[in-house]
């Protein structure tokens, strides 16, 4: 069953500038990770946010968590052409990790 | 390289046929995943593995079946497909459960052609 929605499908940017990402998910979790992905190839761990944080950084990424909305947001600041891929946000459910939709993020030179 | 390995990376295959596909982990991880990912659709989760005994099956279709002989690695045996699953087979691992769940390493995909 489908965990996460993000929103939006699709963001295309200039370089340089931040990127949003908003994902939006339905039942009680353990943590909320997110991913991203190159077109047809695996998946990298970008971050981890446990259900008691409600901010994380990492390099130029942060993340936001609101249990009590079950919605979490990726700002990916300065963004690079490098910065192109799928991102994917996943609930941890006791054993199980649900992915949400992703967003396609497009940034330009 | 993230530790997770995954043969063969593309794969085609007839309706008739039967074939495995494989993923070894290097990780000492307790949990692995098998992930269905098709064009303009989420990942499916298919499989859950955790300390070798299988905790999830989303009602996957018995024409795929998985298994996990030991910790480090696990298969995804198929039979008599259909062309609608053709997608990228992806394999992940993780260590530990619930609130302890660490984020998980995913394989580079098997990409799967049903003709």
């Known amino acids: 069953s489908q965990q996460g929605e993000e929103d939006p499908q699709a963001l295309s940017i200039q370089e340089g500038e931040n990127a949003t990402m908003n994902c939006s998910y339905k039942t009680s979790i353990n943590n909320l990770q997110w991913y991203r992905q190159n077109s047809g190839r695996g998946l990298v761990h970008l971050i981890l946010?446990?259900?008691?944080?409600r901010e994380k950084h990492s390099g130029r990424l942060r993340v936001t968590l609101d249990t009590s909305k079950k919605s979490s947001s990726l700002l990916i600041t300065a963004s690079r052409a490098a910065d192109t891929a799928s991102y994917f946000c996943a609930t941890r459910v006791t054993d199980k990790l649900i992915f949400g939709t992703g967003t396609r993020l497009q940034v330009f030179p | 390289e993230t530790g997770v390995t995954q043969t063969p990376r593309h794969l085609v295959m007839g309706m008739t046929n039967k074939k495995s596909l494989k993923c070894e982990q290097h990780l000492g991880h307790n949990a692995m995943y098998w992930y269905k990912q098709s064009a303009k659709k989420p990942l499916e989760l298919m499989f859950v593995y955790s300390l070798e005994e299988r905790v999830e099956n989303n009602s996957v279709p018995s024409r795929f079946s998985p298994e996990c002989p030991n910790s480090s690695h696990l298969f995804l045996h198929l039979h008599t497909l259909q062309p609608e699953d053709s997608a990228l087979y992806l394999c992940a691992s993780s260590q530990g459960f619930g609130t302890l769940g660490t984020e998980a390493f995913f394989g580079q995909g098997t990409r799967l052609t049903v003709v």
């Open positions: 946010i446990r259900s008691n944080e």
